[in-house]
């Protein structure tokens, strides 16, 4: 019988932003995206900045998506970000949001986002510590969650840095992760759709070696999604 798995192709929408020569935290391979999706058993596939684009045409052949992003940048990729997390839920095409690309898929689907976490939420951790690069707190992560199956519930440690943070959870989303002063630090969908954002850097040099979860688990959806619409075809 042949296999008929394909290999998977997931794109990259945004920054890759991993500096020369730097190792993924658990130093087993480069850091960033690229590297993260390619430890995972998949093909990378960045997308050039653009203007307008025919997604229909962009994603041929793409098996899943990565929304990349941080605060620098949020406002040159809502658009277009916002544009990408509709044509991926509408063709259910698995989504993992990363840091601002979390507060894209939120938005994108009527959530609300704090835009000054310090003051908005004075009582908040220190979510954001500048000059120090890879400022770590605890989440915890909820049961019976899509993030659950993938790092498994209860407190983990994370590399979230973030002056902007999730305020209104989207329709149709619930919370997957919370700092434990409340601070939602991940969302996902509850359907059959598998779109799943985090407000952490899995794929930096100060990522955990749990992290390769999430892109691991982004690999089997989207094999997954494959194999429903092989039946689909076949049926």
């Given at each position: 019988?042949?296999n008929?798995?394909?290999?998977v192709?997931?794109?990259i929408?945004?920054?890759?932003?991993a500096?020369?020569?730097e190792?993924?935290?658990?130093?087993?391979?480069?850091?960033?995206?690229?590297?993260c999706?390619?430890a995972?058993d998949?093909?990378?596939?960045?997308?050039?900045?653009?203007?307008?684009?025919?997604?229909?045409?962009?994603?041929?052949?793409?098996?899943?998506v990565?929304?990349?992003?941080?605060d620098?940048?949020?406002?040159r990729?809502?658009?277009?970000?916002?544009?990408l997390?509709?044509?991926?839920?509408?063709?259910k095409?698995?989504?993992?949001?990363v840091?601002?690309g979390?507060?894209?898929?939120?938005?994108?689907?009527?959530?609300?986002?704090?835009?000054?976490?310090?003051?908005d939420?004075?009582?908040?951790?220190?979510?954001?510590?500048p000059?120090?690069?890879?400022?770590?707190?605890?989440?915890?992560?909820?049961?019976g969650?899509?993030?659950?199956?993938?790092?498994g519930?209860?407190?983990?440690?994370?590399?979230?840095?973030?002056?902007?943070?999730?305020q209104?959870?989207?329709?149709?989303f619930?919370?997957?992760?919370?700092?434990?002063?409340?601070?939602?630090e991940?969302?996902?969908?509850?359907?059959?759709?598998?779109?799943?954002?985090v407000?952490?850097?899995?794929?930096?040099?100060?990522?955990?070696?749990?992290d390769?979860?999430?892109?691991?688990?982004?690999?089997q959806?989207?094999?997954?999604?494959?194999?429903?619409?092989?039946?689909?075809?076949?049926?």
């Amino acid at each position: 019988m042949v296999n008929r798995t394909p290999v998977v192709r997931v794109a990259i929408f945004g920054p890759d932003d991993a500096r020369p020569g730097e190792k993924h935290g658990c130093g087993l391979w480069p850091a960033g995206v690229a590297a993260c999706l390619s430890a995972a058993d998949a093909t990378p596939v960045p997308l050039a900045e653009s203007g307008d684009r025919d997604w229909d045409e962009v994603l041929e052949g793409v098996h899943g998506v990565v929304l990349a992003g941080s605060d620098a940048d949020a406002r040159r990729q809502a658009v277009e970000g916002e544009a990408l997390c509709a044509w991926c839920r509408k063709h259910k095409l698995p989504l993992l949001g990363v840091d601002n690309g979390l507060l894209i898929l939120n938005a994108t689907h009527g959530g609300t986002t704090f835009l000054d976490l310090p003051r908005d939420q004075p009582e908040a951790l220190q979510h954001r510590c500048p000059p120090e690069r890879g400022l770590r707190h605890a989440i915890n992560v909820l049961p019976g969650t899509k993030l659950a199956a993938l790092y498994g519930e209860g407190e983990v440690v994370v590399n979230s840095e973030h002056r902007r943070a999730v305020q209104r959870v989207a329709r149709g989303f619930r919370v997957g992760g919370q700092a434990l002063d409340g601070i939602i630090e991940a969302i996902e969908f509850e359907g059959e759709w598998f779109a799943l954002g985090v407000q952490w850097q899995p794929a930096s040099a100060t990522a955990s070696g749990l992290d390769i979860q999430l892109f691991r688990g982004l690999v089997q959806a989207c094999v997954q999604r494959f194999s429903r619409t092989l039946a689909c075809s076949a049926a």
